[in-house]
């Protein structure tokens, strides 16, 4: 689905770049597992880095009770950004540098997510997180359930914006004699690495690594 950019959402800079559909968006949450979240209080503005995670058309957080920033996201609208960098542009300028990368800006206000739907979500989170786990370990207790606030924010209004592709140099520069290309950048995931007294390794574990 393609949707049309509100005002605080229109690209501006460099228009061709943006996306406003959401297989685009949900593809760039659904490869994070952090985003960054901005508002602010009556100390000023703030940008914390939180877990995160999608189900449909909203993005997930939790917390504690006690935390700072999600007594604000209840009470005002906030902007969660999430980035990813897929390789560094090497041009003929200094200033024709640039990279590839996807980034997605989303602005609402995040709601709090309460009784089964607050369990069903922290265990989708898990899944998330790693596929097949959530099976293996305890579940979360009543205590610790009342002690977590789960929020989520529509995606209803957001934009991407994406790059890829090799150096664009301006015609002038094309005489110089350097190396241009793109320095590919990998999320790669390493060996395991088993705690003291770790069960049999099962096989989703195994799989781990290798994977992007």
């Given at each position: 689905m393609k949707t049309h950019p509100s005002p605080r959402t229109r690209v501006r800079r460099i228009p061709t770049n943006a996306a406003y559909d959401s297989a685009t968006l949900y593809a760039i949450i659904d490869d994070a597992y952090v985003c960054h979240i901005a508002f602010t209080d009556d100390n000023g503005p703030h940008c914390i880095p939180t877990a995160c995670w999608r189900e449909g058309g909203h993005l997930y957080i939790h917390g504690s009770n006690g935390s700072r920033m999600l007594k604000r996201l209840a009470e005002s609208e906030s902007c969660v950004t999430i980035t990813h960098v897929d390789g560094l542009v090497m041009a003929r300028s200094a200033f024709n540098h640039?990279?590839?990368?996807?980034?997605?800006?989303?602005?609402?206000?995040?709601?709090?997510?309460?009784?089964?739907?607050?369990?069903?979500?922290?265990?989708?989170?898990?899944?998330?997180?790693?596929?097949?786990?959530?099976?293996?370990?305890?579940?979360?207790?009543?205590?610790?359930?009342?002690?977590?606030?789960?929020?989520?924010?529509?995606?209803?209004?957001?934009?991407?914006?994406?790059?890829?592709?090799?150096?664009?140099?301006?015609?002038?520069?094309?005489?110089?004699?350097?190396?241009?290309?793109?320095?590919?950048?990998?999320?790669?995931?390493?060996?395991?690495?088993?705690?003291?007294?770790?069960?049999?390794?099962?096989?989703?574990?195994q799989q781990w690594q290798g994977k992007p």
């Open positions: 640039s990279m590839n990368y996807r980034s997605a800006m989303v602005y609402g206000q995040f709601e709090i997510v309460e009784g089964d739907a607050k369990r069903g979500a922290m265990e989708a989170f898990m899944e998330q997180l790693l596929p097949g786990r959530q099976a293996q370990v305890r579940g979360g207790s009543d205590k610790e359930y009342a002690a977590t606030t789960v929020m989520r924010i529509a995606l209803d209004e957001a934009a991407c914006k994406v790059r890829a592709g090799g150096p664009q140099d301006d015609a002038e520069d094309m005489a110089i004699d350097t190396w241009t290309g793109v320095l590919p950048l990998q999320r790669v995931r390493a060996a395991p690495a088993p705690a003291e007294g770790a069960g049999e390794t099962p096989g989703y574990i």
